[in-house]
């Protein structure tokens, strides 16, 4: 008979929505949740990547079903999230992973808009996301929440004060629900990634991935398993008393 590892024993059976899961770290996410035994909810503005993962994994024998999400859409996400809990019978972890990422300079003209859309989709999105589960996650025995911030938030990156400000914004909201939510089982927690080679590179100029580069004592940039293994651990029943907390990935550049 084969052995289950630790990490199959505490997510196998579990519900676990993972948004932004069409590419990069939400579909690496996804894909390991899979692997693990978990029952997963694959959700993503871009339908078609949604689809393809889904295939991907219902192709491997693995459980899976994918929904079109716009995390702007406040009324969307709610009938998701209770469709996902209607199909599978409950939910038990959220991955908030979708972002998006624009450069500009404060000055810029364009800039109130690309203000008010990250915003939306990197710290907006999270609290709604998290408030339409949050009756779903009480009835679970031992809710997970991880919530996918930059080490931009902590640090700050320049030509970015949006994605920094809205980054920063996730890992206080991560800090306060952990506090907020510590007696109810559910276990809350952050990652904050360096930068990581994902398609989100094609929406940077070259002089911005070349800084971000410069940055990592590594010299390397992370790859998407890496993260997804975090997060994996994180919602698996050995993180039981991290809460709140926010945990770097990042190289070598954040160490606190």
Known sequence: MTRLSKLSRSIAGKVAIVTGAASGMGRATAHLFADEGAHVAVTDINAEGVEAVVAEMTEAGLSAKGWTLDLANLERIKIVIAEVADHFGGIDILVNNAGISKH?????????????????????????TIRAALPYLRKSEGGRIVNIASVAGKKGNPNAPAYSSAKAGVIGLTKTL????????????????AAVQTAI?????????????????????????EIAAMVAWLCSEECSFSTGAIFDISGGRATY
């Open 104 to 128: 500009t300079l404060i000055d810029d003209d364009e800039y109130e808009d690309i203000w008010d859309r990250h915003l939306d989709i990197l710290l907006r999105a999270h609290t709604r």
């Open 178 to 193: 952990g506090k907020e939510l510590a007696k109810t089982g559910i276990v809350v927690n952050c990652v904050a990634p």
């Open 201 to 225: 590179f094609d929406q940077m100029s070259d002089e911005h991935v070349d800084f971000m580069l410069s940055k990592i004592p590594m010299k390397r940039f992370g790859v998407s398993e």
